[in-house]
């Protein structure tokens, strides 16, 4: 195990400590898994998406990112959308990357996200930029970005995905 994993994997642990007493639970009845972002086959782009809602006024945001068999970043978009539901918002989340993928001339899509009521969900780890994407922007017209205009932070992020040891993942058993 390289240093990066195992700093990676202590930086978990730690944060497994500082948890009060009655939510600690030890590491016998605990598993951990790498959970990585995973690219779609040779030919084919994966469409990650999420949605983010805020509790107190239910207004929701959309994001995504589209990237290739390499993992290099074809464009990645946000949106803010008004009051809605998830269900609502992680649907819209799907349907304006697609638009985006199709009006950029991308016809083989992998969808992928970590609603449990859309998907066969991945693990939420594995759809870390997407989730930025959906926090970035507030106003009600699309921001699509591509592979050159980087948003701050939206770099760093695809860089973790593509060549970077996993995400640990603790489960409680």
């Excluded at 290099?72 to 638009?99: C, N, P």
């Excluded at 050159?148 to 060549?163: A, E, I, N, Q």
Aim: charged share 15%; with cysteine; net charge positive.
């Amino acid at each position: 195990m390289g240093a990066e994993s195992l700093l990676h994997i202590n930086v978990h642990w730690a944060r497994l400590y500082h948890l009060p007493r009655h939510h600690a639970i030890l590491p016998y009845s605990s598993f951990a898994a790498n959970v990585k972002w995973s690219p779609p086959p040779n030919g084919w782009f994966c469409l990650n998406s999420d949605a983010s809602l805020s509790h107190s006024s239910g207004a929701g945001s959309i994001g995504g990112v589209v990237r290739d068999h390499s993992g290099v970043l074809r464009f990645s978009y946000s949106k803010s959308i008004g009051t809605t539901t998830v269900l609502q918002a992680e649907l819209r989340g799907i349907l304006e990357g697609l638009r985006i993928a199709r009006d950029k001339g991308s016809i083989a899509i992998l969808c992928a996200g970590d609603c449990h009521i859309v998907f066969s969900t991945i693990p939420c780890e594995a759809n870390m930029v997407a989730d930025f994407m959906s926090k970035l922007y507030s106003s009600s017209s699309i921001a699509i970005y591509d592979s050159v205009s980087f948003t701050p932070g939206l770099r760093d992020l695809l860089h973790r995905d593509s060549f970077d040891p996993p995400y640990v993942r603790i489960r409680h058993l």
